[in-house]
């Protein structure tokens, strides 16, 4: 399209063009997908000029598991689409999965990227180990940490009154789950004191702001 304006003049012309490449090709990928899940991953080539007959598929993957080959071979006999499938399995791990296909016929190639969060469904677990240590003794432990690697980490907390496990239970008023007006409302009141509590983050301190001015549009 094509615009021009002069004065208090104005016209514009168009015409339908089609934007396309001899070779292309589309990689279909679930938006989110959980550590050890397997998932059949399915890339369409579309070949758009009658010479390309032979065009080889080949699937990269960085944080990915793939199941089987990674390359594959597929023959037109006219312009049009076909299908490859791979077969991939997601790490036992979170984090991002970035996928490269490449699709190659003589001297056309063509790329295509795209990425995939790899993160666990399930909720937060705590363990926690107390022990009471009198004077002039020593109190050892063998520190195990729990849940999915890279995901879990440990602290070691020393007080001379029972522990309350503040830090626990402040993280699970802000992350409380539920949503209704009156639930929100009881999570978001305490979190307006907790800087008195416990030392916050920047985050922490804007969120029950953010959800209280939120209420009141409400």
Same mark, same amino acid.
């Given at each position: 399209m094509v615009?021009? %304006?002069?004065?208090?003049?104005?016209?514009?012309? =168009?015409?339908?063009?089609?934007?396309?490449? #001899?070779?292309?090709v589309l990689a279909t990928l679930p938006r989110v997908i959980g550590?050890?899940?397997?998932f059949t991953l399915p890339v369409t080539v579309f070949a758009t000029e009658n010479n390309l007959k032979n065009v080889s598929v080949q699937?990269?993957?960085?944080?990915?598991?793939?199941?089987?080959?990674?390359k594959q071979?597929?023959?037109?006999?006219?312009?049009?689409?076909?299908?490859?499938?791979?077969?991939?399995?997601?790490?036992d791990k979170v984090g991002i999965a970035k996928v490269k296909v490449i699709a190659?016929? %003589?001297g056309e190639r063509t790329d295509y990227?795209? =990425?995939?969060?790899?993160?666990?469904?399930? #909720?937060?677990?705590?363990?926690?180990?107390?022990?009471t240590v009198q004077p002039h003794t020593k109190w050892s432990v063998n520190y195990q940490p729990i849940g999915m690697a890279g995901t879990n980490s440990g602290s070691l907390e020393v007080s001379s009154i029972p522990a309350i496990n503040l830090g626990k239970r402040l993280s699970?008023?802000?992350?409380?789950?539920?949503?209704?007006v009156e639930q929100t409302t009881s999570g978001v009141f305490p979190q307006l004191f907790l800087d008195r509590l416990s030392p916050l983050t920047e985050q922490q301190k804007r969120k029950p702001n953010q959800i209280s001015r939120l209420e009141l549009h409400v």
């Open positions: 615009v021009a %304006g002069q004065d208090a003049a104005y016209g514009f012309a =168009e015409k339908s063009v089609q934007v396309k490449k #001899p070779l292309m550590p050890g899940e397997t699937l990269q993957a960085n944080n990915l598991i793939l199941q089987g080959t990674n071979q597929l023959y037109y006999q006219k312009t049009g689409e076909q299908m490859a499938y791979f077969e991939v399995k997601a790490p190659q016929s %003589g990227d795209v =990425e995939m969060d790899i993160r666990n469904p399930n #909720p937060y677990i705590t363990n926690v180990v107390s022990a699970y008023l802000i992350q409380y789950p539920h949503g209704c």
